[in-house]
């Protein structure tokens, strides 16, 4: 079957490299298929398909494969380690496709993957060569399509970068929302943090829109020895901007094993800043957690005006 339509689950890495995805596509000459934003059926159709101990981002992640099933060709599952042997991925990144393979056993669904493992020293220009080369396009045009898409990328995430140096010269109170990019802003997630914080007022920051590359260089003044490329991205980015907001949320979706880790680390070295620690689950969601942040916001509120000895 000839691909003309390739899907984009908007889950896990989308929030980090899906303008690189979709556009390196669109470069080819293909159609992008993005699902739905997440909502409660989607986590729902994932919860159904994983294991009870799946961490809620796959779980959600699986309900977006299955919703784009029959709108599109192939569906785009990259497999990803990790560039560095201390800049890694979460494990479950370097087997995603077998693992989203073996779910959807027996349904009609088709994958399109590129594989980067630090242990091979792999290029992410190289597998995006290889896969454009497997799709039948010539070396030039898919070189092109890589440059173009690459170009593109890094164009949206300084202008995010930016808008949060304006924010960080503005007068109202200000929030970090430190996490992984797919808790940060996925509509069912750390979105609906984002909208209760702006309702009242305050302006959101989050740490995967800081500069990468200082944001990394910082985090080894963190830890020397972390071995996950996420997390490094927000402990640097904490490191950078916690003397130049008033609060820091750390949100976490339950049972991530390097969150509850690194973040209790973060509790432990972060001084002379209010943080609310927030974990989310597939069962009860962001209920109860708009209470806990105005009680956050109470208490920033409270150190602004000199309490607790100030």
Known sequence: MAIQKIGIPRGLMIYRDGILWKSFFENL???SVVSEKSDRQILDEGIQLAIDETCLPFKV????????????????????GGFESKERMCTRYQSLPDLVENIFKGTQLQILTVSYDWYDHTKEEKVYMELGLCLG????EVKKAYNLAKKEQESWFKSQEKKQGKILEGTKTKILLAGHPYVLHDGYMGGEIAEILKRMGHEVLYTDYVNRE???????HFSKVMPW???????????????????????????CGPDALVNDMLIRKINGIPVLQL???????????????ESFIDIIQYQKAGGYGN
Not at 137 to 140: E, L, S
């Open 29 to 31: 000459g293909y159609q």
């Open 137 to 140: 396009k010539t070396k030039k």
């Open 279 to 293: 974990t989310l689950d597939a069962q009860e969601g962001t209920a109860g957690v708009e209470t806990r942040i």
């Open 214 to 220: 200082n944001a990394l260089k910082r985090s080894y």
């Open 61 to 80: 992640y699986l309900g977006h494969v299955k919703e784009l099933i029959g709108k599109c060709d192939a569906v785009f599952v990259p497999r990803m």
């Open 229 to 255: 490329i996420i997390n490094r991205e927000m402990t640097g980015a904490i490191m950078l901007l916690k003397d130049k907001v008033d609060g820091i949320v750390l949100i976490s979706a339950y049972p």
